[in-house]
């Protein structure tokens, strides 16, 4: 499997966007799927996950009611909904993806991934 995210964008505070992560390559169904981001001078850090069929997610605290992750494994593809965006949002967003034998198994951590994006960067304007 490869990736590339799409998406990302200069929006003021309070904004909407959407970032996508097209997959390709056969199974993509068989992947468990997150998103992580990475603002300038910090470390990456775990955004959101989803397992296989989309059935189990999670999200940090610091975006859990703003942001959904969801998927379509008809079209190989991963999202990522952010709403009542912030500052604090600003970095640039990663899609990551690890096969599983667990339908549904979450992986929150950049260790646990072993497939990752290219990343696509977004701006949030005060």
């Known amino acids: 499997v490869q990736l590339q995210a799409s998406g990302g964008g200069l929006v003021q505070a309070g904004g909407s966007l959407r970032l996508s992560c097209a997959a390709s390559?056969?199974?993509?169904?068989?992947?468990?799927m997150g998103w992580f981001r990475q603002a300038p001078g910090k470390e990456r850090e775990f955004v959101s996950a989803?397992?296989?069929?989309?059935?189990?997610?999670y999200h940090a605290n610091s975006v859990k009611g703003r942001f959904t992750v969801s998927r379509d494994n008809a079209e190989n593809t991963l999202y990522l909904q952010m709403n009542s965006l912030e500052p604090e949002d600003t970095a640039v967003y990663y899609c990551?993806?690890?096969?599983?034998?667990?339908?549904?198994?979450?992986?929150?951590?950049?260790?646990?991934?072993?497939?990752w994006g290219q990343g696509t960067e977004v701006t949030v304007s005060s």
């Open positions: 989803i397992s296989w069929a989309g059935r189990r997610r």
């Open positions: 990551a993806a690890r096969s599983s034998s667990v339908s549904g198994a979450l992986y929150l951590s950049v260790s646990e991934y072993d497939i």
């Open positions: 390559g056969r199974s993509f169904s068989r992947y468990a």
